[in-house]
């Protein structure tokens, strides 16, 4: 599966492609945090909160092999990531 970015929908490298997935789960969980502010919920809510979480397994591979990197490697792939995000 090829990543996206939000702000050019390009494709995102390899290299940047974790942080890429990481970038779109953080602003699904925005949504969902929202929507499940609102009771009672929605069969929409419903939904999203099954997307959400049947999204889940790639994310936290994602999240986990991101982690695994020294300091410096996630601050050199950050800088690269927002470069081709903005």
Do not use: K, N
Request: proline fraction near 3%.
């Amino acid at each position: 599966m090829t990543m996206t970015h939000a702000v050019h929908e390009a494709p995102a490298g390899a290299e940047l492609a974790d942080l890429d997935l990481l970038a779109v789960a953080r602003s699904r969980v925005r949504r969902l945090v929202g929507l499940l502010e609102t009771l009672p919920f929605t069969e929409h809510t419903a939904r999203i909160a099954r997307e959400y979480l049947d999204e889940a397994g790639p994310v936290r591979e994602a999240f986990e092999r991101f982690t695994q990197l020294d300091s410096a490697e996630q601050q050199r792939q950050v800088r690269l990531w927002q470069g081709a995000t903005s």
